[in-house]
C-alpha cells in the first residue's frame, strides 16, 4: 500500500529520483528526466549508503547524502589490478588504455575491466569499479514508499 505518510524502512518498495556526483561536481548518474528507480530497502540492489539514506524518507523529502567509499563503489583494491599477455586476447578486443572490457574470471564469470596500459607484451587490466575509493554524493528525492 502507497502511503505518503509512511517513512521507508526494510523490506519497503521505494521510488526516487536521484543525481550521483563526484566531489568535483562531475554528475555520473542520473534518473531525472527518466524513469525513476524502484527498488526494496534491504534488498542489495542498491549501494549500501544508498539504501541506508532512503531509511526514514517518506514521499516529498529531499536529502543530500556523501557516501565514503565503502558505502558507495568499495574502496579501490591493488588486488584487482593485473597483469594478462595481450595474446590471449582476441583481436576484435580493443585494449587501447582507457577503454572498458568484458572477460571472463577463470570460474566463467563475466567482469568488465578498465585498460591502463599496455606493457610490453602484457595488458595492466583494473576490474576495481571504476568509482572505487571515491567519495560520492548523492542528491535523493523520495516520490513514494509502499509498506510491506
Do not use: C, W, Y
Not at 584487482?80 to 577503454?99: E, H, Q, S
Amino acid at each position: 500500500m502507497s502511503n505518503t505518510a509512511a517513512k521507508a524502512r526494510l523490506g519497503d518498495s521505494v521510488t526516487i529520483h536521484f543525481i550521483a556526483l563526484l566531489d568535483d561536481g562531475t554528475q555520473i548518474e542520473t534518473t531525472i528526466g527518466s524513469e525513476p528507480l524502484t527498488f526494496v530497502v534491504g534488498s542489495g540492489a542498491v549501494v549500501a549508503g544508498l539504501d541506508e539514506e532512503v531509511r526514514g524518507m517518506k514521499a516529498g523529502d529531499n536529502r543530500i547524502a556523501v557516501l565514503k567509499p565503502d558505502d558507495a563503489f568499495g574502496q579501490k583494491r591493488e588486488d584487482l589490478i593485473v597483469r594478462t599477455p595481450v595474446a590471449t586476447f582476441p583481436d576484435d578486443i580493443d585494449l587501447t588504455p582507457g577503454k572498458r572490457i568484458g572477460a571472463k574470471t577463470p570460474d566463467g564469470e563475466l567482469i568488465e575491466m578498465n585498460v591502463l596500459a599496455i606493457e610490453g607484451d602484457q595488458a595492466v587490466l583494473d576490474a576495481n569499479h571504476p568509482f572505487a575509493g571515491l567519495d560520492i554524493t548523492f542528491r535523493i528525492d523520495m516520490i513514494s514508499v509502499k509498506t510491506s
